[in-house]
């Protein structure tokens, strides 16, 4: 793939995460999403390889956005609410806004990072962009689990 249709698959990625923040979901034990985007940001790293060896810090930048991703995960989980719904039978989570601003703000400070360890990679940009999504979404779900957890929610997440 070309520079342009990676950050056109990157942004399409950012729009359907803002969705998904702010969409109230059941809280289940799928890891569907968090599957599909890493599957994304592998064929990206597999396919810009070339690209991430060229660079002096280009696995630097992918290990950078990993942390990034993760930590700002924890955070927007924080932000998520949760709850149980009787009628439903089952514990439902939605996003803030707040969700959606640590969302950005941590795209944007990896963005920050990576732009200035990899000198305006558009390649780059889009591989670990595309992993940090993949990666927040499990430090989110560390976070719900644990909330839950706290809860006295067993990990199958029924109610007790």
């Known amino acids: 793939m070309n520079a342009l249709s990676n950050s056109i698959v990157t942004l399409l990625l950012f729009l359907w995460f803002i969705h998904l923040i702010l969409k109230t979901k059941p809280i289940k034990e ?10 994304i940001g592998a064929y990206l790293l597999i396919d ?10 280009g696995w630097l930048v992918i290990l950078v956005s990993l942390v990034l991703g993760f930590v700002f995960g924890l955070l927007r989980g924080c932000t998520m609410k949760l709850w149980y719904n009787q009628n439903a039978h089952q514990w ?18 990896t963005h920050i990072i990576i732009e200035w360890l990899t000198h305006d990679s558009k390649v780059v940009l889009s591989i670990s962009q595309t992993l940090h999504m993949g990666i927040s ?7 719900w ?16």
Request: no cysteine.
């Open 92 to 109: 439902l989570r939605k996003g803030t806004w707040l969700s959606v601003v640590v969302f950005i703000l941590g795209m944007v400070i």
């Open 137 to 143: 979404m499990l430090g989110s779900r560390s976070i």
């Open 30 to 39: 799928s890891f569907r999403g968090v599957i599909i985007v890493l599957v």
């Open 48 to 57: 810009g390889w070339s690209v991430i060896e060229a660079h002096e810090s």
């Open 145 to 160: 689990r644990y909330r839950l957890s706290k809860k006295n929610v067993s990990l199958s997440l029924k109610k007790i």
